[in-house]
């Protein structure tokens, strides 16, 4: 009896920590806005360099993705991103505001 229970918890315990894969991956880096990891599935999906047995397993995973996405909206909508690329693309943009203020220097012909 005690065996049964046991196998049925691990089973059901491996079943969960490899659900939603796509979602995690996604929510480790910066932020993606909403459903990043159903986003990344689909176009794994749509992509004609991913192989068969790939778009197979990703196929099997979207569901689960789509629920923890749909669990980790409040996460994605009021998280403040402090990634490096982030960073990156905030301080282009500053460039980029400062370089539309700035007319570039004329240049005289000798």
């Known amino acids: 009896m005690m065996k049964n229970v ?4 691990t089973t059901c315990s491996v079943v969960v920590l490899l659900c939603g894969c796509s979602s995690v991956m996604s929510h480790t880096g910066g932020k ?3 459903y990043p990891g159903t986003r990344a599935s689909a176009n794994m999906i749509s ?6 047995g790939t778009k197979s397993l990703v196929i099997l995973d979207l569901p689960f993705t ?3 996405d749909t669990l980790l909206v409040p996460w994605d909508l009021f998280r403040t991103d ?3 690329r982030s960073r990156v693309e905030k301080s ?6 400062t370089n539309a203020v700035i ?3 004329e240049m005289s012909a000798p």
């Open 6 to 9: 046991l196998i049925k918890l």
């Open 32 to 34: 993606e806005g909403t």
């Open 47 to 52: 992509d004609d360099e991913t192989n068969w």
């Open 66 to 68: 789509a629920v923890m």
């Open 82 to 84: 402090s990634s490096v």
């Open 92 to 97: 282009e943009q500053q460039t980029k505001m």
């Open 103 to 105: 007319p570039p220097a």
